[in-house]
């Protein structure tokens, strides 16, 4: 089964569908998994008859389907668009050559430190699917953890030409750039429990600590470059 945005609008066009996920979402916040929820039950936490999931979802795969879509479709682009608004804002610091290890540091910082902010907030707005998300990634279902990990690597993706457009590691090829790109959209991922197990006034903590590794292993993949490595 496929993320497809047209099937986005579909489900904004259906309140039962939206009535159900909603109390997917309530539901399994609280426990292991999906699977772990009765059809009868979820029904009657969204004050539908029981026959009105059938007309909404295939199976309870399925309905865990639509929740990750809707956490995808919300975040990618608003993400995006923020990092590359803050990558024109920054002005470059000149060419790589005359950068440390070709690394625009300050530039690459401010991008960053706006993306993460970015994220933790809509972790912060969206606290139920993202214990449902991170905990489905290690849960019974192959099917859901297959579209997680191809979320996760989706931002990744994204974030990967990002940094290319924008010669934020000018010097590191792109296929290392492509593969330290996931490495961080799904840290962000696992991140999200940590930063919704804090109390609101450690959460900067958290947040501190994903900008700190980011930058790291940007900087990490410079030095291996300029040493050839």
């Known amino acids: 089964m496929s993320l497809e ?5 579909q489900r904004q066009d259906a309140p039962g569908k939206r009535l159900l996920m909603e109390a997917a ?3 399994a916040s609280s426990r292991r998994s999906l699977s ?5 039950e979820l029904a009657r936490e969204a004050g539908l008859n029981p026959n009105t999931f059938y007309r909404h979802f295939a199976d309870v795969d399925d309905l865990g389907l ?4 809707d956490i995808a479709t919300q975040l990618r682009q608003p993400l995006r668009a923020l990092r590359r608004e803050a990558a024109e804002r920054a002005p ?3 060419a790589a050559a005359h950068l440390p290890l070709g690394l625009d540091f300050a530039r690459g ?9 970015l994220f933790f907030d809509f972790v912060e707005q969206n606290p139920e699917a993202f214990v449902i998300g991170v905990r489905e990634l290690h849960g019974p279902s192959p099917v859901l953890r297959e579209a997680l990990g191809k979320v996760m690597d989706d931002f990744g993706a994204d974030m990967a030409e990002d940094i290319a457009q924008f010669h934020l590691l000018p010097n590191v090829p792109e296929a290392e750039v492509a593969q330290l790109s996931r490495a961080i959209s799904r840290q962000l991922f696992q991140q999200s429990l940590d930063y919704l197990e804090l109390p609101e006034g ?4 958290v947040c501190a600590l994903a900008e700190r590794q980011i930058l790291l292993l940007f900087t990490g993949a410079s030095v291996l470059q300029a040493l050839g490595l």
């Open 92 to 94: 470059a610091a000149g």
């Open 109 to 117: 910082q401010r991008v960053c430190q706006e993306t993460v902010r």
């Open 202 to 205: 450690r959460r900067e903590e």
């Open 25 to 27: 979402l309530h539901l």
């Open 36 to 40: 772990s929820i009765g059809l009868r």
């Open 5 to 9: 945005l047209d099937e986005v609008t």
């Open 66 to 69: 639509a929740i990750i879509r």
